[in-house]
């Protein structure tokens, strides 16, 4: 197994953020440089040991949906190779994780999309039949798929904080109603989209969020990541049903194994309180969550 690459270094071109995962260099006033790293978060917390191969897998399962959604909304993505931008003896940082992007006015909100109840979802809708303020029938389980997706925002974390999920109203306070109308409709759009590709492939999409900007003519435009596994819950369809009769978590193809791992994790004698440093990750945690990764990739593009 390769060692991974943990952070990349660009002398090229100047570095404008380090995310959870991605770095993000300059290329000029009109274009990013985005380098998948092999980074992964959970928790908000980024992890001590790479993911070798993830950045590879993250990019070429976003650029597999971007290709299949751009008939229902533009992209960021330029059609440059990313290589082209570099120093020659750079070109392997970059090459198969990077995308060539127009930098855009990113908007300060999630879109999160879900399908099925799952992860904060459930949480909230134990205490109160609700998630981010959407009404919800009673008797939902663990995992039961909704009877139409809804949108549930978020406020967009710095890193080491917790994303906070937020109501439709407080969204339109933030960006203007018409813009957060906008994005609710074409989120739930894209979701129905890629569920319905995703699940002809063996996969069920229970969420995902979605990161849109703005051109500098005001139009709308899916940017960042789109349906990776850092950013939806996928669950292959034959290990769903029995795992929701039985009330637990569908196995999955996203960080959910890592998520399981840490929750019973240990750290100077006591459990892991999800604020970094993260205690080190076994191999065989790290080699699971690669073949996760890769079973995804190959399932969707198979």
């Known amino acids: 197994m390769t060692n991974g690459l943990l952070t990349s270094s660009i002398s090229s071109l100047p570095l404008l953020a380090r995310g959870k995962v991605r770095d993000n260099y ?56 990313p290589e082209s931008v570099v120093k020659p003896e750079e070109r392997a940082q970059v090459r198969g994780r990077s995308m060539l992007v127009k930098r855009l006015k990113g908007l300060p909100v999630e879109a999160v999309v879900r399908g099925y109840l799952a992860g904060s979802g459930w ?21 039961s798929k909704l009877p139409e ?40 759009s894209l979701y129905k989209t890629a569920a319905e590709i995703a699940l002809r492939k063996g996969i069920i999409i229970a969420d995902t969020k979605f990161e849109f900007g703005l051109d500098e003519k005001g139009a709308l435009v899916l940017m960042d990541e789109v349906l990776t596994p850092d950013s939806s819950r996928f669950w292959p369809v034959e290990g769903y049903e029995a795992a929701f009769k039985e009330g637990r978590n569908p196995p999955s193809y996203d960080k959910q194994f890592v998520r399981d791992w840490l929750e019973q ?17 076994p191999s065989e945690v790290i080699e699971k969550t690669a073949a996760k990764y890769r079973e995804a990739l190959q399932r969707l593009t198979a």
Not at 123 to 142: I, T
Not at 157 to 185: C, P, Y
Request: aromatic content about 6%.
């Open 265 to 281: 994790a240990t750290i100077n004698g006591g459990f892991w309180g999800k604020k970094a440093p993260a205690p080190p990750l």
């Open 123 to 143: 949480s909230e809708y134990q205490q109160d039949q609700s998630v981010c303020g959407v009404a919800l029938s009673a008797g939902l389980k663990n995992a």
């Open 149 to 188: 997706p809804i949108f549930t925002p978020a406020t967009k974390a710095e890193i080491g904080d917790h994303d906070e999920n937020i109501s439709f109203e407080r969204m339109s306070q933030i960006v203007g109603a018409d813009l957060a109308a906008k994005v609710r409709e074409t989120s739930i």
């Open 26 to 81: 300059a290329v000029g006033n009109d274009r990013i440089l985005m380098i998948a790293s092999d980074r992964l978060s959970a928790f908000d917390v980024v992890m001590g040991e790479p993911i070798p191969g993830k950045g590879e897998l993250l990019t070429q399962m976003a650029l597999f949906w971007f290709a299949h959604l751009q008939d229902i909304i533009p992209n960021h993505l330029t059609g440059d190779d």
